[in-house]
């Protein structure tokens, strides 16, 4: 506790003296408590995790703007000013939006000032200093002495709903910066790992986040990229290393079962069947749900070879059709006395006719004709295919 103690103190300390910028202030932060052994994951009272960069991001914001804020209040109490002028931003915390960009007093009572008619709001009633309101934890709002009568209030107003929405939109963006930095991190994990598997899932990941950041961003003229709250600077968590190696042990799990079972439709290596798992994961699902299915004529080599086979014929008549359902057709095209229930044409003809009926229930599409129904999900996924007399009574008929 004395040794992180110390160290924020003396890195708050250097970003108020105006010798290091706040970023390399956190660069510097992180850095030392890692070569104290200081852990990658921090735990505050409510039993939440904080990352490194997270938390030294709030320390050191939070400090600094308090210290600045301090010099100003002081200097007010010196010469017995109690009001202030509240700076606005476009996006800002719902204790904040209702007076930002206000003529604001520490009393406990607001008040009229007789000498402008401008009204004085108490900052008490708005949280004022506690972790969540007004001047608390992460609040970049700053006040000036302000002088009734004297000063002019020319801070820019903005509606308090629209800057509460707004600030939802920025509080996004945080929690998307987050996932780039944890995928970041774990991506690094497995180059040190040589693990191929966690590099194609993280890599990926982190993309996927990265590229949800851009579309936020350029949707919303009031959010800006910042590229160092996506920069990574601690090491992996315990936690983390454990996820990484425990991911890549399922996945060659599962390549060794489908490399066992699909003969010649089988990926040709690890690297192949990650590839195929975290750039088309319903794909992946097909081919392990086969592999692993116990279904009585999805026991040998040779059936699961057809099953995969048929999965991909599906796939060239613009069929698409969910593990579930293919293990179905598959298990239930024949009668136990051999019968043949539906076979390949039957389902292509159903599915090339109308839905004409949706489940009140989920909303899902059915195609059912012939006594046969191919239930699909809103995306176009055959989910289910069935052998019916008449349709469920929750169906209702589509004209």
């Given at each position: 506790m004395k040794t992180y103690q110390q160290i924020i103190k003396e890195t708050t300390a250097s970003v108020i003296a105006g010798s290091k910028t706040p970023e390399r202030a956190l660069a510097d932060t992180i850095y030392k408590w890692r070569d104290k052994g200081i852990t990658p994951v921090l735990i505050d009272k409510g039993g939440h995790e904080w990352s490194l960069e997270g938390y030294t991001r709030t320390v050191i914001d939070t400090t600094s703007n308090r210290a600045f804020q301090a010099v100003r209040n002081t200097a007010a109490a010196d010469n017995g000013i109690d009001t202030f002028v509240m700076s606005s931003h476009a996006a800002c915390r719902p204790a904040c939006a209702p007076i930002q960009g206000k003529t604001v007093t520490t009393r406990l009572t607001g008040f009229t000032a007789p000498e402008?008619?401008?009204?004085?709001?108490?900052?008490?009633?708005?949280?004022?200093?506690?972790?969540?309101?007004?001047?608390?934890?992460?609040?970049?709002?700053?006040?000036?002495?302000?002088?009734?009568?004297?000063?002019?209030?020319?801070?820019?107003?903005?509606?308090?709903?629209?800057?509460?929405?707004r600030y939802k939109w920025q509080q996004k963006q945080r929690g998307l910066e987050r996932k780039v930095r944890e995928f970041k991190r774990n991506?690094?994990?497995?180059?040190?790992?040589?693990?191929?598997?966690?590099?194609m899932k993280y890599g990926l990941d982190k993309r996927k986040y990265q590229s949800a950041l851009r579309k936020l961003v350029?949707?919303?003229?009031?959010?800006?990229?910042?590229?160092?709250?996506?920069?990574?600077?601690?090491?992996?968590?315990?936690?983390?290393?454990?996820?990484?190696?425990n991911e890549s042990a399922k996945v060659l799990k599962e390549y060794d079962t489908i490399a066992s079972n699909l003969g010649k439709y089988a990926p040709k290596s690890l690297s192949e069947y990650s590839k195929m798992k975290y750039t088309n994961r319903r794909e992946a699902n097909v081919y392990t749900t086969i592999a692993n299915s116990n279904k009585s004529n999805l026991k040998t080599v040779k059936q699961r070879e057809s099953a995969i086979e048929t999965y991909l014929n599906f796939k060239k008549h613009d069929v698409n059709i969910s593990d579930h359902a293919l293990e179905q057709y598959v298990y239930h095209s024949r009668c136990k006395n051999g019968q043949l229930n539906y076979n390949f044409n039957t389902i292509i003809n159903n599915h090339s006719n109308p839905a004409n009926y949706r489940d009140k229930k989920d909303g899902r599409l059915i195609h059912f004709y012939n006594r046969l129904a191919l239930i699909e999900e809103v995306d176009g996924r055959i989910v289910t295919i069935t052998k019916l007399d008449k349709p469920k009574g929750r169906w209702e008929s589509i004209d």
């Open positions: 402008s008619g401008e009204w004085f709001e108490p900052l008490d009633n708005h949280g004022y200093k506690e972790p969540s309101g007004t001047f608390g934890i992460n609040c970049h709002h700053m006040m000036w002495p302000y002088i009734p009568g004297v000063n002019t209030n020319d801070q820019e107003q903005f509606d308090p709903q629209e800057s509460i929405e991506e690094d994990l497995a180059n040190q790992l040589d693990d191929d598997v966690g590099r350029n949707d919303h003229d009031f959010l800006a990229r910042d590229y160092g709250r996506e920069k990574v600077y601690g090491p992996a968590s315990e936690r983390a290393t454990y996820k990484v190696k």
